[in-house]
């Protein structure tokens, strides 16, 4: 697997950006050219410069520096909510999948009430429900999308229930908790390892737009989403405050979205050929 990911320049570019965005984000009380709270209300909207890279905000502030510590939130917050949905999703999914009969259906008709509704529209719902908060946020992203894995890893484990391996361990009577945890878990690491990279991006795009509607993270924390809100409502008089944190979020969706099809590649070789 390590040769064929190494092979694989997609998945390498992929992974080695996300680090080193990643790692920018860690270092950027290093990084940062400036402090992104400092305002100086009259260096107003300034061009381009070596002491301002990007130029400056509606309030002075250096809209590089902001955009590096931006990273925290904005991929922190993704990252922890995917893995809360991955870790529901998985448990509930391989829960319905595994043990089939009542406990299958009362998993899966939950998913089904879960799925009946748009999901922006339910995320949304859930914030006014509970309050304008990051805390808030994270648990609608969790609670709304966890269905929709659920049921993508169910039919996973489904397929390999049948399977030699299962069944005689089985039939020697193993006990349930070695065959979940030995068998069918790492038979579905792939699909994880996908799922999680894909929700990924899904999240950086909810949580941008909840914060560019003001229900996300709040002034005066710098975060793509929230800069993209503050850029709206100087788009008249500068309009090219909004270019680096738009940009920025799509670059990273994208790579997230490549990375997820590149890992698939290097996990699950066979099932691309198919």
């Not at 529209?121 to 509970?130: D, K």
């Not at 709040?218 to 008089?237: D, F, I, R, Y």
Request: proline share 5%; hydrophobic share 55%; with cysteine.
């Amino acid at each position: 697997m390590k040769e064929r990911f190494f092979r694989n320049r997609t998945a390498v570019f992929t992974v080695v950006f996300v680090l080193l965005v990643g790692l920018v984000g860690v270092l950027a009380p290093v990084i940062a050219p400036n402090d992104p709270y400092e305002t100086n209300i009259l260096n107003k909207f300034a061009s381009y410069s070596l002491q301002y890279p990007l130029g400056t905000d509606q309030l002075g502030r250096c809209v590089l520096s902001r955009m590096i510590y931006g990273i925290r939130p904005t991929l922190g917050l993704a990252l922890l909510t995917m893995f809360g949905t991955i870790s529901l999703g998985a448990i509930l999914g391989i829960m319905a999948g595994y043990f089939r009969g009542i406990v299958e259906e009362v998993i899966m008709r939950v998913v089904d009430v879960m799925l009946s509704f748009p999901s922006q529209i339910m995320v949304f719902a859930v914030v006014a429900l509970l309050g304008v908060s990051v805390q808030n946020v994270i648990i609608a992203n969790v609670f709304i999308k966890w269905a929709w894995y659920a049921r993508m890893i169910r039919t996973g484990v489904m397929q390999y229930c049948d399977r030699n391996f299962v069944q005689f361990s089985r039939c020697v009577g193993m006990p349930e908790r070695f065959i979940l945890f030995r068998h069918l878990l790492p038979s579905i690491t792939s699909d994880l390892v996908v799922l999680a990279s894909l929700d990924v991006g899904w999240a950086i795009i909810n949580i941008s737009t909840l914060s560019f509607l003001g229900l996300g993270v709040q002034a005066p924390t710098p975060e793509w989403g929230a800069m993209l809100n503050e850029a709206k409502n100087v788009m008249t008089s500068n309009p090219v405050q909004m270019i680096a944190p738009g940009i920025a979020i799509v670059v990273l969706v994208c790579v997230f979205n490549l990375m997820g099809d590149a890992l698939r590649d290097v996990l699950d070789p066979k099932e691309v050929q198919k």
